[in-house]
């Protein structure tokens, strides 16, 4: 891969990360979000695969492929299958309204550039250049997890921080080593898989899919 | 070799508990997979005292005396929870609640989630550790929701979520300290690869990495750390989780799962020290721990629960380990370690005689369980003695790491928030005292039924009890061994 091609593609790629971000903040069809979801993963795993061609690094090629089946299609099934459960399948009452969260994350984006200056700072490749999209990514889903009520909502927002911190990873690092990256993988295979075991129990136990139904432990 | 058979044995007790069905002996086969642990540590302490380190696995594992002493700490709180847990089995199954694929079920994940903070200590790499901690969240959910009430099942879903992020901005501070360790003093390193995550490795270079890039690093790993280890901000899961699992899972979290991710803390907050001057993660140590004594202190003072007031002194003991660490002195890491191995025991202890207490009585309000000495009176005397015991009294142990903490603080010039601590300490005292006074003692309404406690309750909550105030008394056994695990964090 050419050197102006590869960084258009790795720029491309992560851009799609962010934007499929503020997508699920736009959305409040669940199914329509899961498939964003989904299309974000596959960016993540095509920003893995061009870091991987580039340095010619087999480990990151493998981790390339294991992001890419695990984020790109056995996440978003998983989630799929909750979402089916959900009644309307629709995030209908949000603690803040759609135009608002899009403002909020326009100034999280602006955050995400200025806290990320001395990262920035220390290297001049092109990749580094691109680690604020990813902290933009995490902090977009941080909105999403205190804002968004329904039990799904709350798992994609953890999944945006999770794909944030990858992409952050991939940038910065070419990806932690690989014993490292698998285990991550595993581990949010895990506890999605855990989430959603937990969201049906919670479904069928006090029919609440809704997070305000859920009140009975406080001080 | 030692180091495989100490991983060896919960992932082996696991895997016989998961074939077998659930019987009273495979629930003793695992107390003996537990206390093998904790003779193993304390001889893994034997061979490590003298800042020897053994490695094992072309040295992705490794184990000096920090990591030594913290085997110790978890095989003996595992051995003390585990050793309750056929009678918690027993009696829930005997009321309906569960069936024998349940407990197979919950004594497999009991194995898995101390096999994972075995892992997490004896790992040399820290990313590895990281995976090991966040593999605790998801091996410790189905146990804090095991009762399937909308409770628990609530306090499950609040512990994944809460505790996930905060791993997730662990990774994501692991991350740029590896970005940091590979660009040391501004040229780009590819060559170290696996092994630039290696905290020797790091630890040895740390005087070399960006000071720009570890100060966002050590923010978000004590953010991140922070969330598991009970500390504010993110700290709302604890008491939730900690008073709807059942009582061996809350001895086990609140005993050793803080403390594991408590000593990822320290492990990075060598590293974070070495580049920046111990200035700096200790104003971020202060600020959080003094944050946790404020929040436990309010809380604590109008509780009504006991098992939610265990939980939040969880918290300011979390908060008092925080101070002494931001003192980061020999004297202060030796007192922080202590601190752990006697709020570990003593918390147990708390935690399974609450449990007793919540089946026999059935319901967890302090103000309608009064007179428990005079009607229980080996079951109240275990939970008093555990009580003072925890507020700080003498001969216990943690008198000693307390006065010891706030002698350290003092020494390094933060005798301000060793006041304040002192303050929020006894505020907390009166205040458990208080709690405690009105479960213990008062006029029995009816003298209900007389059923002593069991010999298998009493023995190893008392001996544990025992064992407490004897370090409280003499530390020769320790002294070294906290000595030689503090150098190694310790600046």
Request: net charge positive.
């Given at each position: 891969m050419s050197g102006s091609s590869f960084s258009q593609m790795l720029e491309l790629a992560s851009g799609a990360v962010l934007v499929c971000a503020i997508l699920t903040l736009w959305r409040s069809d669940l199914h329509a979000i899961t498939s964003i979801l989904s299309l974000q993963g596959v960016s993540l795993g095509v920003v893995a695969g061009a870091l991987a061609a580039h340095t010619h690094d087999g480990a990151l090629a493998a981790t390339a492929a294991v992001v890419l089946v695990v984020k790109g299609s056995v996440i978003p099934m998983l989630i799929r299958q909750v979402v089916r459960r959900v009644p309307g399948g629709r995030e209908t009452s949000p603690l803040i309204n759609v135009p608002a969260s899009l403002v909020?994350?326009?100034?999280?984006?602006?955050?995400?550039?200025?806290?990320?200056?001395?990262?920035?700072?220390?290297?001049?490749?092109?990749?580094?250049?691109?680690?604020?999209i990813g902290v933009a990514t995490v902090l977009v889903g941080f909105l999403v997890l205190v804002t968004r009520r329904k039990t799904v909502s709350q798992i994609i927002g953890l999944l945006l921080i999770d794909n944030g911190v990858a992409l952050v990873a991939f940038l910065l690092t070419a990806g932690v080593p690989l014993v490292v990256e698998l285990g991550v993988s595993l581990d949010v295979?895990?506890?999605?898989?855990?989430?959603r075991v937990l969201a049906t129990s919670m479904g069928t136990v006090s029919g609440a899919f809704d997070l305000d139904k859920m009140q009975e432990l406080h001080d | 070799m030692l180091i495989y058979v100490i991983l060896g044995l919960p992932l082996a007790a696991a895997v016989a508990a998961g074939i077998l069905p659930w019987r009273r002996w495979v629930g003793w086969m695992t107390t003996l997979a537990n206390s093998g642990v904790a003779f193993l540590g304390v001889l893994l302490c034997a061979k490590t005292v003298n800042h020897r380190a053994l490695g094992a696995l072309d040295g992705s594992l490794r184990a000096d005396a920090l990591s030594a002493f913290m085997v110790v700490v978890i095989g003996t709180v595992s051995l003390l929870a585990v050793s309750q847990t056929n009678r918690f089995l027993r009696a829930e199954i005997d009321r309906g609640n569960s069936n024998i694929r349940h407990s197979s079920l919950y004594v497999v994940l009991v194995q898995i989630f101390v096999a994972c903070m075995l892992l997490a200590v004896?790992?040399?790499?820290?990313g590895v550790m990281w995976v090991a901690i966040e593999a605790t969240t998801i091996a410790t959910t189905f146990l804090v929701g095991h009762r399937r009430t909308t409770g628990s099942?609530?306090?499950?879903?609040?512990?994944?979520?809460?505790?996930?992020?905060?791993?997730?901005?662990?990774?994501?501070?692991?991350?740029?300290?590896?970005?940091?360790?590979?660009?040391?003093?501004?040229?780009?390193?590819t060559s170290q690869g696996a092994t630039a995550l290696n905290w020797t490795s790091l630890q040895a270079n740390a005087h070399r990495l960006n000071t720009g890039v570890m100060r966002l690093a050590m923010a978000l790993l004590l953010l991140g750390y922070g969330t598991k280890v009970g500390l504010v901000p993110m700290h709302s899961w604890l008491p939730d989780a900690h008073s709807e699992a059942p009582a061996p899972v809350s001895a086990l979290m609140s005993g050793v799962l803080l403390a594991v991710a408590f000593y990822a803390l320290l492990r990075f907050k060598a590293?974070?020290?070495?580049a920046l001057g111990v200035g700096y993660t200790r104003s971020l140590l202060v600020a959080v721990g003094l944050g946790s004594l404020f929040v436990a202190t309010s809380l604590l003072l109008s509780q009504k629960d006991y098992k939610r007031m265990l939980a939040y002194s969880s918290m300011e003991h979390m908060g008092l380990i925080a101070l002494g660490a931001a003192a980061g002195s020999s004297l202060a890491i030796a007192a922080v370690l202590l601190h752990i191995l006697g709020h570990g025991i003593i918390k147990a202890v708390l935690f399974l005689s609450a449990g007793e207490i919540y089946l026999v009585e059935g319901t967890s309000i302090i103000t309608e369980v009064p007179a428990l000495l005079t009607r229980r009176p080996v079951l109240g005397g275990i939970f008093g003695f555990a009580l003072v015991a925890l507020i700080g009294f003498p001969p216990f142990s943690l008198f000693i790491s307390?006065?010891?903490?706030?002698?350290?603080?003092?020494?390094?010039?933060?005798?301000?928030?060793?006041?304040?601590?002192?303050?929020?300490?006894?505020?907390?005292?009166?205040?458990?005292?208080?709690?405690g006074r009105s479960l213990l003692l008062g006029e029995p309404a009816s003298m209900g039924d007389p059923r002593s406690s069991s010999r298998t309750f009493a023995v190893p909550l008392i001996t544990a009890l025992v064992a407490s105030a004897f370090f409280g008394i003499v530390a020769w056994p320790l002294a070294p061994l906290l000595g030689a695990a503090a150098r190694v964090v310790a600046r």
């Amino acid at each position: 891969m050419s050197g102006s091609s590869f960084s258009q593609m790795l720029e491309l790629a992560s851009g799609a990360v962010l934007v499929c971000a503020i997508l699920t903040l736009w959305r409040s069809d669940l199914h329509a979000i899961t498939s964003i979801l989904s299309l974000q993963g596959v960016s993540l795993g095509v920003v893995a695969g061009a870091l991987a061609a580039h340095t010619h690094d087999g480990a990151l090629a493998a981790t390339a492929a294991v992001v890419l089946v695990v984020k790109g299609s056995v996440i978003p099934m998983l989630i799929r299958q909750v979402v089916r459960r959900v009644p309307g399948g629709r995030e209908t009452s949000p603690l803040i309204n759609v135009p608002a969260s899009l403002v909020g994350a326009s100034f999280l984006i602006v955050l995400a550039y200025l806290a990320s200056s001395k990262i920035t700072a220390l290297s001049s490749a092109a990749a580094t250049r691109l680690a604020p999209i990813g902290v933009a990514t995490v902090l977009v889903g941080f909105l999403v997890l205190v804002t968004r009520r329904k039990t799904v909502s709350q798992i994609i927002g953890l999944l945006l921080i999770d794909n944030g911190v990858a992409l952050v990873a991939f940038l910065l690092t070419a990806g932690v080593p690989l014993v490292v990256e698998l285990g991550v993988s595993l581990d949010v295979l895990l506890v999605v898989a855990v989430l959603r075991v937990l969201a049906t129990s919670m479904g069928t136990v006090s029919g609440a899919f809704d997070l305000d139904k859920m009140q009975e432990l406080h001080d | 070799m030692l180091i495989y058979v100490i991983l060896g044995l919960p992932l082996a007790a696991a895997v016989a508990a998961g074939i077998l069905p659930w019987r009273r002996w495979v629930g003793w086969m695992t107390t003996l997979a537990n206390s093998g642990v904790a003779f193993l540590g304390v001889l893994l302490c034997a061979k490590t005292v003298n800042h020897r380190a053994l490695g094992a696995l072309d040295g992705s594992l490794r184990a000096d005396a920090l990591s030594a002493f913290m085997v110790v700490v978890i095989g003996t709180v595992s051995l003390l929870a585990v050793s309750q847990t056929n009678r918690f089995l027993r009696a829930e199954i005997d009321r309906g609640n569960s069936n024998i694929r349940h407990s197979s079920l919950y004594v497999v994940l009991v194995q898995i989630f101390v096999a994972c903070m075995l892992l997490a200590v004896l790992s040399a790499n820290l990313g590895v550790m990281w995976v090991a901690i966040e593999a605790t969240t998801i091996a410790t959910t189905f146990l804090v929701g095991h009762r399937r009430t909308t409770g628990s099942l609530e306090a499950s879903w609040k512990y994944v979520i809460i505790c996930s992020v905060g791993i997730a901005l662990a990774l994501l501070g692991t991350v740029l300290v590896y970005f940091a360790a590979l660009h040391i003093d501004g040229a780009h390193l590819t060559s170290q690869g696996a092994t630039a995550l290696n905290w020797t490795s790091l630890q040895a270079n740390a005087h070399r990495l960006n000071t720009g890039v570890m100060r966002l690093a050590m923010a978000l790993l004590l953010l991140g750390y922070g969330t598991k280890v009970g500390l504010v901000p993110m700290h709302s899961w604890l008491p939730d989780a900690h008073s709807e699992a059942p009582a061996p899972v809350s001895a086990l979290m609140s005993g050793v799962l803080l403390a594991v991710a408590f000593y990822a803390l320290l492990r990075f907050k060598a590293i974070a020290d070495g580049a920046l001057g111990v200035g700096y993660t200790r104003s971020l140590l202060v600020a959080v721990g003094l944050g946790s004594l404020f929040v436990a202190t309010s809380l604590l003072l109008s509780q009504k629960d006991y098992k939610r007031m265990l939980a939040y002194s969880s918290m300011e003991h979390m908060g008092l380990i925080a101070l002494g660490a931001a003192a980061g002195s020999s004297l202060a890491i030796a007192a922080v370690l202590l601190h752990i191995l006697g709020h570990g025991i003593i918390k147990a202890v708390l935690f399974l005689s609450a449990g007793e207490i919540y089946l026999v009585e059935g319901t967890s309000i302090i103000t309608e369980v009064p007179a428990l000495l005079t009607r229980r009176p080996v079951l109240g005397g275990i939970f008093g003695f555990a009580l003072v015991a925890l507020i700080g009294f003498p001969p216990f142990s943690l008198f000693i790491s307390e006065l010891n903490m706030v002698r350290a603080e003092i020494a390094v010039g933060l005798t301000w928030v060793a006041a304040v601590s002192l303050v929020l300490i006894s505020v907390i005292f009166v205040a458990m005292m208080t709690h405690g006074r009105s479960l213990l003692l008062g006029e029995p309404a009816s003298m209900g039924d007389p059923r002593s406690s069991s010999r298998t309750f009493a023995v190893p909550l008392i001996t544990a009890l025992v064992a407490s105030a004897f370090f409280g008394i003499v530390a020769w056994p320790l002294a070294p061994l906290l000595g030689a695990a503090a150098r190694v964090v310790a600046r």
